[in-house]
């Protein structure tokens, strides 16, 4: 199940979807403590957060915290070379996207999605798809890319149990500064509270905390006690796994082998290099973060003969030279140019902070209260049931027109761009809204976890407006997880009992089942069961436009299984 | 360009695909092992449910004779028991799921759904 608070890092949007988590505090105080929360200014999370009932600060805080959490991801996705090797990944789809699709059609089409299955031998044999040289090379990039990313998530040792690659620091990171920034504004009880919210199997989550333990495996991890109480310091958190980030990535000019590539290329083989290396010297870690920052640099050149700042650097001068080629593409499309531009600045402007006041990014203290603030990533306001008008200043980006009306799906609550974002246009809109879409559709068909699906469906409305004949994998063809149980559904809306979505039953929350609204789309058998079984007398217009989940009995959920499943006994 | 008769996916834990690659049973197959996961998924805050991370392969094997996928098929059963692992078989051309192989799957019962019953 979809979070209600998510980077995007395609479009480096920051999204809402207050749908289940406004039910348990009202939609409209959890869009208030969004737009707040996002704006940075603890003073005024605050007093937003002080002025709700008892009852409800906890919850509050968690979503504040959850905010920073994404914000956080912002800046580590921008800045490290990990990052902006992800972001590049979808600029060189979109500048090559015109030829793309014109020769997807003058080689007789369909063009083939995701691109990756066009460049899989065995998947080109199953579907018997022609040569396309364009296609092929582009297709054959995206494949090496998503494997090299693939290789970084893997579970190192089966002893170990969780990922320690790029995508897992970011994880470890955002975890970090969420509660940092929390402590900050709130004291330090928004600890227990944030804790208390989320309960023990999501704070006790590895996928979040696994850095602290593994530091801890090398005795890097500090402990320290206040007023009797005992607490871990994570002071070498950040610079060691910043240092991990800002690994190289190689041209077509450079000649390496594959283990020289894998040892400074991938975050998780510089971070044991690192943590065996520093697990070694213990004894000489300083005290101060940004004496730590120099310490895990001054060892990194000695690793890998360049410093993170000299990573970053090399990266940034590769980054340009590719931007300078893909902008005097004839194919680029002058808002490709410009979000190309703005994010290599942003980069830069990042760069200059991490050289000159490393504390700002390294310090959970220091980044709350004067980072925070200027990070500004453009925010999208998900509606899965959608809404029939806009509210002063607000944008749309996705948006379903029947002839008679708007209905609005996902909104943009601000025109404002703030210091240390991208610029909230009209061309920034047309990315966030058509293009990046596309992108996701080129690269991993509908197979993808996002905010709301309808983004996907603009996209293949993009391409039939464009006359582009398509055809998706079905191996990629839908989501993972089309039923799940309702634990996390009761967790957000604090609903205890539901109304069946299928039935209108009464039952308890916990025993049924969320269902994707993917489902009714991609199983005709589920689609048949709801359109009998369901009282919803709109059921093909709210097919054709809700993208909401729905939560189920057990005994629909049962059917409902019955109809995906076919195993023999 | 023609389609092959015998295309399976296969998806499953790391372990359990390396170990069924390694079967003499798909040997002599074309084989591509895929990452159905999305490199540009939304990165999630902490608040829903614990996520898992599951690592799922899918490995797509092409037969060339009806024989080879009896045998596919009987591999599949015992890699289930070995590792007491859940194997997803998928027809690649459809997505559909033809089978969940577990401990308790019959080889017979499981060969017919792959189309090769004797």
Not at chain 1, 537 to 565: H, M, N, P, R, Y
């Amino acid at each position: 199940m979809i979070s209600p608070f998510t980077l995007d890092p395609v479009g480096l949007t920051l999204w809402c979807d207050p749908s289940l988590i406004g039910r348990s505090i009202g939609t409209d105080t959890c869009l208030t403590l969004f737009n707040v929360a996002a704006s940075g200014d603890l003073k005024k999370v605050l007093e937003c957060v002080e002025a709700l009932p008892p009852e409800a600060q906890h919850r509050a805080i968690n979503i504040v915290s959850c905010v920073w959490h994404e914000k956080r991801h912002f800046i580590d996705y921008v800045l490290t070379n990990f990052g902006a090797f992800n972001c590049r990944q979808f600029f060189q789809l979109l500048v090559n996207l015109t030829p793309l699709l014109l020769e997807s059609q003058t080689e007789g089409g369909p063009l083939f999605l995701p691109l990756e299955s066009v460049a899989d031998p065995v998947s080109r044999l199953v579907h018997g798809l022609p040569q396309t040289p364009q296609i092929d090379v582009i297709a054959d990039y995206l494949r090496r890319v998503k494997e090299m990313l693939s290789s970084d998530f893997e579970i190192p040792h089966p002893n170990i149990g969780y990922s320690i690659g790029g995508t897992a620091a970011f994880e470890a990171l955002g975890f970090t500064f969420q509660l940092g920034c929390a402590m900050r504004a709130f004291g330090l009880d928004a600890f227990g509270a944030i804790c208390g919210d989320l309960g023990a199997a999501h704070y006790q989550n590895l996928k979040y905390r696994w850095a602290e333990v593994f530091l801890d495996r090398f005795g890097l991890l500090r402990h320290g006690s206040t007023n009797g109480k005992a607490y871990v310091d994570l002071r070498n958190l950040t610079p060691i796994l910043y240092t991990a980030l800002m690994c190289r990535f190689y041209d077509a000019s450079e000649k390496q082998t594959g283990a020289e590539y894998q040892a400074v290329g991938l975050p998780s083989e510089r971070l044991v290099r690192l943590l065996v290396e520093l697990g070694n010297r213990k004894q000489e870690m300083p005290e101060s973060i940004e004496d730590i920052w120099c310490y895990v640099s001054h060892v990194a050149a000695e690793l890998w003969g360049r410093t993170p700042i000299q990573e970053l650097d090399a990266d940034l001068s590769k980054e340009e030279r590719l931007f300078e080629k893909l902008s005097t593409s004839s194919n680029t499309m002058p808002q490709v140019r410009s979000f190309m531009e703005q994010f290599h600045s942003l980069r830069l402007k990042f760069r200059d902070i991490l050289m000159e006041q490393p504390n700002l990014i390294l310090d959970t203290g220091d980044f709350a209260e004067k980072l925070l603030p200027e990070l500004s990533p453009m925010r999208i306001i998900a509606y899965p049931q959608s809404k029939d008008e806009l509210a002063p200043g607000e944008e749309p980006i996705f948006r379903y027109s029947d002839g008679k009306g708007d209905r609005y799906l996902a909104v943009s609550p601000s025109k404002a761009g703030g210091k240390l974002g991208m610029q909230h246009d009209s061309d920034m809109r047309f990315v966030v809204s058509d293009l990046v879409p596309l992108a996701k559709l080129l690269m991993n068909g509908r197979r993808h976890n996002i905010v709301l699906g309808v983004e996907l469906e603009y996209a293949e409305r993009l391409l039939e407006m464009a006359r582009i004949k398509f055809k998706v994998d079905p191996l990629f063809a839908y989501p993972t997880a089309l039923i799940e149980n309702a634990t996390a559904f009761e967790y957000l809306t604090k609903q205890q009992e539901s109304i069946c979505d299928l039935c209108s039953e009464s039952f308890l929350t916990r025993t049924g089942s969320v269902i994707s609204p993917w489902l009714f789309r991609a199983n005709e058998c589920a689609r048949r069961l709801r359109h009998t079984e369901s009282l919803d007398v709109l059921f093909e217009f709210s097919t054709t436009i809700d993208w909401s989940c729905s939560v189920v009995c057990t005994g629909c959920a049962t059917k409902i299984t019955q109809c995906l499943s076919h195993s023999p006994a | 360009m023609t389609t092959p008769q015998f295309a399976f996916a296969v998806e499953s834990g790391k372990e359990t695909i390396q170990e069924l690659l390694d079967d003499r049973s798909v040997a002599e197959c074309q084989v591509s092992v895929r990452n159905r996961g999305s490199s540009v998924d939304a990165l999630n805050s902490p608040i829903g449910a614990p996520e898992l991370v599951l690592g799922l392969q899918t490995a797509i094997i092409v037969f060339k004779t009806g024989a080879a996928v009896a045998a596919f098929a009987t591999a599949l059963v015992s890699l289930a028991i070995k590792l007491k692992q859940l194997i997803d078989v998928l027809d690649p051309k459809t997505g559909e799921k033809i089978a969940t192989v577990s401990q308790n799957t019959d080889p017979n019962a499981l060969k017919k759904l792959l189309g090769v019953a004797e």
